[in-house]
């Protein structure tokens, strides 16, 4: 357990659908991400809240939206994706969006779009 | 730019055996380095991390030294257990004009046999 929850663990959607992922982090962490996970493909960074404000967003297509209602929880909505959208998705947070800052994760949701 | 090189898996190794999983990185600036590992069926945790040049970040038996002069920051461990299969991850954290980064490598599967 590392203090980072996310909710479902697995989801199948069709590429009509929309539908939420939820992060939630009671470490007391300022700084919140999502990252999506790719086989065989470098871990990318989408996006990454500090203080409740997005400060980067990576060329994420529209398709993805994220909202950050407070510190401790992190959504990321899901509208009309694709097939190549499937992967896991992995929330992370950490204390403040310094380099040396360690990132905890959630155990990641497992998404397949069909 | 800012990147992560790490070699290709799978690595296949008999228990007890010394490990090295060789990651290279450039980046602008002055990362922070770290490896993470992804057990199956959870997120990644932070294993081991090292701030500055010629730090040695060490955890569970894995160290990692902090090589400025080869851009290199090699997980190595003296004898591997069945229990270390997973996947690891090199990543860096720096930031530049476009503000922190973290990126990550695209990970080395581990198998360990008994």
């Known amino acids: 357990e590392t203090g980072v929850t996310q909710t479902p663990r697995h989801l199948v959607m069709g590429m009509t659908n929309k539908k939420s992922l939820k992060c939630e982090q009671h470490?007391?962490?300022?700084?919140m991400y999502w990252y999506k996970q790719s086989a065989k493909k470098p871990l990318e960074l989408m996006f990454v809240?500090?203080?409740?404000?997005?400060?980067e967003n990576n060329s994420v297509p529209s398709r993805f939206s994220p909202e950050c209602p407070n510190s401790s929880h992190l959504f990321l909505h899901l509208h009309t994706l694709q097939p190549e959208d499937s992967a896991l998705y992995l929330c992370?947070?950490?204390?403040?969006?310094?380099?040396?800052?360690?990132?905890?994760f959630g155990q990641g949701t497992r998404l397949t779009v069909v | 730019g800012n990147s992560v090189t790490q070699m290709e898996g799978p690595v296949t190794l008999s228990e007890e055996a010394f490990l090295t999983i060789n990651c290279t990185y450039t980046?602008?600036?002055?990362?922070?380095l770290f490896w993470y590992v992804q057990y199956p069926g959870e997120g990644l945790q932070l294993l081991l991390k090292?701030?500055?040049?010629?730090d040695k970040g060490s955890n569970k038996g894995f160290e990692a030294t902090y090589r400025k002069e080869t851009t290199s920051f090699h997980l190595e461990k003296g004898s591997v257990q069945v229990s270390d299969s997973a996947v690891y991850f090199c990543?860096?954290?720096?930031?530049?004009?476009?503000?922190?980064?973290?990126?990550f490598g695209a990970g080395t599967r581990l198998f360990v046999k008994a």
């Open positions: 992370a947070s950490s204390q403040d969006r310094f380099p040396n800052t360690e990132a905890f």
């Open positions: 470490l007391g962490h300022n700084a």
């Open positions: 809240y500090s203080l409740e404000e997005r400060v």
């Open positions: 980046a602008t600036g002055y990362p922070s």
């Open positions: 090292a701030t500055k040049a010629d």
């Open positions: 990543a860096l954290s720096v930031t530049d004009t476009g503000g922190f980064k973290t990126i």
